[in-house]
């Protein structure tokens, strides 16, 4: 068992002292060898009234206890008085907690300014006082732990708390600045959010949750952050009912929007640049003002070397607007774009496709894709693979670059996506765009990444896709380094797999596979591949693509195409024709995980892959967004959500934020909804959110209360707080609920 924290010949003041979470941290402090001076000014939470009656019944508990205390009535802002205390008292002081605060919610329009400035006076100015009062004496004995108390209020705001919350970003301010000046004399400086019950929150928390949120489960935090042994400074931290956690500043990489010093920026250049501006995916996590602003700087360096509008060392790219023709080399490629291609394909295109992923006779349900009589005959998913490749194959995107030609022989295919928005029909005549999104520099190579939408002759969109080409030796141009715009790769679960085939691969298998139409020679002459650095031709990487397609398909979709949605991959390593293949499998909820792996081998060729599927038969599965949910209760509330963003244009634009709804029934669940609100116009459906989207808020309760929440019968609030709904990730977004709910329920 670890050692006890103790605090023998420790001084503790702590404000605010006589209940609550003061009297809980005085208590501990002093039962560990700490003396204790109990500050409290004795009136009510609206910072009126006073008496000696709370500080000195927390003394006389400390006291009979077998500890030492003293009482100190003064206010917070006669912080001198108070630290005096300790000093007459006790001759030193190491420990100090500012913890004392009042209330004075109004709504912004209706707060005084005495409601301003007492809350101001309480929390920030008093706090200031008490420590600048305790900050020389910390200094001179060259050690210190000070705690702010701040409040989630603070960091996000809260209805009916403006004077509050300013009040209390105030401190995390203060806090941080008295961390960095006490640094070097060993004081350490923090800031705390708490969450207990207490006179504050009474009447606020429901009286089970009430009892749950002991202010004690908050005290050892506090005890930790004012050790000796503790070495954070300058840290935020929540506590509440035996929770603990760390917040951090978090920044997207923006961009710079200047291609030299002379340029004037328009607001329109920074419209244009607003997905950049705004976009998480590589975000910086900067630990001070300095970190804050150095790629401020650095960029200001960088336009007097670069002429192109990206930010350091970010995954910014050009904004749309920018036409490929200004720029020369790789960055030329940016945004130029193919006129749709038509591609017809019948039953014998597909069957040839099924045979050239190793689909054979044998093999269960093999003539629903080798026989275009049987009843279910289909195309593979993959199979979309087919008509996206013939719409680049002509070879004129290459043409379309400006001054850059590159060496076709040393392409690459680095990682590919899918993504079925119906199933494949049996024979159809598709036409597909094509459009360049982004250009990479990795230093050795170039990396091009094209989106393809392939539609029927209705003009529905049938599938899309994205590739992603490595072209050795074409980088060092300059260019970002990452890809905003790039379908993520996922990590398999860290386990044993679900699920495993072996698969052995024809030594003609690439002969075969490239009558579908990558007629590519790496694949059949052995001089070319010699070319590209290869003992002999390799098989293609869509081909073993395909047959981790199929596998998957079979195991998790009972070989029905329906259930299969989308598959993203990173080819890894090449194969060569008539080696055996692993494909290992992991299933967690819609999606399965899997990687493909060179049996003789033992490397990998596909990493970072999964396949997005359809737990549930089609044929009983209601997926419109009009009839899903069964007979839950809850499903017409979603209908009117998603009429409700069909009618309000502009809505997603304003709430950018995916939200996802599990519903359960009897605590299983029943069903999933996707309000999809990151972009206009925005959607909403059933089931989890699409391939290569993430939620940013993940919302479960019962179908019963979902119902009662659409129907104003059940606060959201209270909902929440006594664990009917529970709420993952950004809690302060479900406010922006509110307009898709009716008026009553107000999240």
Partial sequence: MSPQLLYDGQVAVITGAGGGLGRAYALQFGSRGAKVV???????????????????????????????????????????????????????????????????????????????????????????????????????????????????????????????????LGLLGLSNTVAIEGQKYNIHCNTITPFGGTRMTEGILPPDLFNEFKPELVAPLVLWLCHQDCEDTRGLFLAGGGWYGKYRWESTNGVMCRKSREDVVTPEAVRDHWDIITDFTQSLKPESGEEATAHLIEAMHDLDTKASVNSHNTSATSPPSASPSDTAGPMSALGVKLPPQPFTYGPRDAILYALGVGVSTKDEDALNFLYENSEDFSPIPTFCVIPAQAAMMDGSLFSKFSGWRPDLTKLLHGEMYVELLKPLPSSATLTTDMEVVDVMDKGSGAVLIYDTTSRDEAGEIVFRTQWSVFLVGE??????????????????????????????????????????????????????????????????????????????????????????????????????????????????????????????????????????????????????????????ASASLFQEMAKKVADTPGLAGKIKAVFLWNINKNKALAAQWTVDLKEDPGEVYAGPPKAGVKPNVTLTLEDSDMADLGAGKLNPQKAFMSGKLKVTGNVMLTQKLQPLLRPQAKM
Avoid at 95 to 113: C, E, H, M, Q, W
Avoid at 516 to 543: E, R
Avoid at 554 to 583: E, W
């Fill in 475 to 632: 980088g060092n141009f300059g260019g970002p380094r990452k890809s905003a715009k790039a379908i993520p790769l996922l990590d398999h679960p860290s386990r044993a797999p679900d699920a495993s085939e072996e698969v052995l691969t024809g030594v003609d298998q690439a002969a075969l596979y490239r009558l579908c139409g990558d007629g590519n020679p790496l694949h059949i002459d052995p001089s070319f591949a010699a070319m590209g650095g290869f003992a002999q031709p390799i098989l293609h990487g869509l081909c073993f693509y395909g047959i981790s397609a199929r596998v998957i398909l079979k195991h998790y979709c009972g070989n029905d195409p329906s259930r299969f949605k989308a598959m993203k991959t990173r080819f890894a390593k090449p194969v060569i024709p008539g080696q055996r293949l692993v494909v290992d499998m992991w299933k967690e909820g819609s999606r399965v995980y899997f990687t493909c792996t060179v049996k003789e081998t033992g490397k990998a060729c596909l990493t970072g892959g999964y396949v997005d599927i359809t737990d549930k038969d089609p044929a009983s599965a209601v997926e419109d967004v009009t009839s899903a949910g069964g007979n839950l």
């Fill in 38 to 168: 109990v500050n409290d000014l004795g009136g009510d939470t609206k910072g009126q009234g006073q008496s000696s009656r709370a500080a000195d019944k927390v003394v006389e508990e400390i006291r009979q206890a077998g500890g030492v205390a003293v009482a100190n009535y003064d206010s917070v802002e006669d912080g001198e008085k108070i630290i005096q205390t300790a000093l007459d008292n006790f001759g030193r002081v190491d420990i100090l907690v500012n913890n004392a605060g009042i209330l004075r919610d109004k709504s912004f329009a209706r707060i005084s300014n005495d409601d301003w400035d007492l809350v101001h006076k309480v929390h920030l100015r008093g706090s200031f006082m008490v420590t600048r009062a305790a900050f020389p004496i910390m200094k001179k004995q060259k050690y210190g732990r000070i705690i702010m108390t701040a409040s989630t209020s603070g960091i996000f705001g809260n209805f009916g708390q403006a004077n509050y919350s300013a009040a209390k």
